[in-house]
Nanobody, 115 residues
């Protein structure tokens, strides 16, 4: 089992920045992929950024050049640095982990970008 705890969401003005964090605990040795997804009201959950062991990160086209996913393996933590935020980035952001024992999700953190 893997547990994920997110932090760092909040309210920011358009053009601002936020950094989300997601700490993993439990059977973290089985994790081979980490990612961030988001879900806006009335929309489906979508991939924002993902990093798979041994591969380069991949990003949704809508965030390329503005968001950066990174990880600290020693802390079992993955980050999402979000710059040049836009009102359309407003959503609940979910941390995701893919492991050999299954797929896991965090509880979600709200990001609101005001215009």
């Amino acid at each position: 089992q893997v547990q994920l705890v997110e932090s760092g969401g909040g309210l920011v003005q358009a053009g601002g920045s936020l950094r989300l964090s997601c700490a993993a605990s439990g059977t973290t040795i089985s994790i081979y992929g980490r990612g961030w997804y988001r879900q806006a009201p009335g929309k489906q959950r979508e991939l924002v950024a993902r990093i798979i062991s041994g591969s380069s990160p991949n990003y949704a086209d809508s965030v390329k050049g503005r968001f950066t996913i990174s990880r600290d393996s020693a802390k079992n933590t993955v980050y999402l640095q979000m710059n040049s935020l836009k009102p359309e980035d407003t959503a609940v952001y979910y941390c995701n982990a893919q492991s050999f024992s299954g797929e896991y999700w965090g509880q979600g953190t709200q990001v609101t970008v005001s215009s």
